[in-house]
């Protein structure tokens, strides 16, 4: 869809992308430029987060900032307009935005000639918001989930919540780079956002400049641990009331529930709800797989790739599709059918700090064993970085999730919506184990299998379920059977 319109000759305005999956709205996380910054085609403007993943937003223009239409925090629907763009500054009548980045002169008139963005929608005042001086103080409701979120890392209950309490303390302001943007990747933006902190407020301590999440923390530290001020005594409250007030602000945080972790809610009831969801499990005897993961670590073919338990478990649930290709299908409720698919879009859980995440490798049942680590290695570099697309998490057919790197013996995982089976692997751990007649220390682990009993039976799960075991107990299967 078309994301800029013209307003005049001399201002255009970018609307809210559809940034992929059919999505309806995005929140906006953090804004890279401000009123009277100059822009250039293909500069980012500001990053935001859809239900999927978090997408920085290229400008198509050059010119200059005339307006922020949306706050960051604000969820926006695609197709509104979040920026204006004057594209041929000092040309016409109107005033041209004031220099300070964050601050904007109260009497500024709109641009002549401004026409409704889309049909019901136009320009509100509400939707024109400026942004808070940097260096002010947060709301006390920011302030005091900063101080939880920062208390929880550091292991610990957050402190008793008050105005006085969770006020910021002023913090060193760095050299902006050249740019005026803050040097930081998008999970340590994520990170400042949600402690309430402004990273131009953040030293650096990274190479060039960067800010790093440990700068961040440092910054959020004197918020959180900021000592309550004592009253004056002709103001002093009898401590008993005082301490209770402070006991029950201690006792819980409330955290909106939006983006990933709203679209994981809904996702997950869906399924939950929908699919009549069955588990089987299995305990196996894994000593030769796990040699094998240390034989091919040191195999020259298999160089620059990782090489872990998961690439084999992976390979050995395609090898049982192979075996059973009915259990990759999904069941279309609208035509009442069951859709085989004759290819394996391999879903991996990667925990992120954004939320759980399941982006999937395309045509995985299509790749050798060095093909299919090197996809793994860049589907879990591309998740901890926080940028994986929304495209990248559409078309899972059947996933695994890897419970065991917790210390988790094995789950019963929810299907991800849309597939037919997940299989969770625990932890691997020497167990006494009967082998060759005789009980000896062995790597075991437990595998659960879930699946949709609309699409499987209890057979052919079972069979999957049976297959995967079978080849981690004995991987040259993982040749015989392919």
Known sequence: MTTMTETSARFREFKMPDVGEGLTEAEILKWFVQPGDTVTDGQVVCEVETAKAAVELPIPFDGVVHELRFPEGTTVDVGQVIIAIDVAPGSGDAPAPAQEPVEEPEAEAEPKGRTPVLVGYGVAESSTKRRPRKGTTAAPEAAAVAAAVQAELNGHAAPAASPAATAPAPAPVADAPAGGRPLAKPPVRKLAKDLGIDL?????????????????????????????????????????????????????????????????????????????????????????????????????????????????????????????????AAWDEANQEIVQKHYVNLGIAAATPRGLIVPNIKDAHDKTLPQLAAALGELVTTARDGKTSPAAMAGGTVTITNVGVFGVDTGTPILNPGESAILAVGATKLQPWVHKGKVKPRQVTTLALSFDHRLVDGELGSKVLADVAAILEQPKRLITWA
């Open 200 to 328: 131009a407020t953040v030293v650096p301590t990274g190479r060039d400049g960067v800010i790093t999440r440990e700068d961040v923390h440092a910054a959020a530290a004197p918020a959180a641990t900021t000592p309550v001020a004592a009253p004056a005594p002709s103001q002093a409250a009898p401590e008993a009331p005082a301490a209770a007030v402070a006991s029950d602000s201690a006792r819980e945080t409330r955290i909106p529930v939006k983006g990933v972790r709203k679209a994981i809610a809904q996702a997950m009831v869906g399924s939950a709800f929908t699919a009549p969801h069955v588990t089987e499990f299995v305990t196996v005897d894994v000593t030769r797989t796990m040699k094998l993961v240390a034989e091919l670590k040191e195999d020259k073919d298999m160089a620059g790739v990782r090489v872990n338990p998961l690439l084999i478990i992976a390979k050995a649930l395609l090898v049982a599709i192979k075996r059973n290709p009915e259990v990759n």
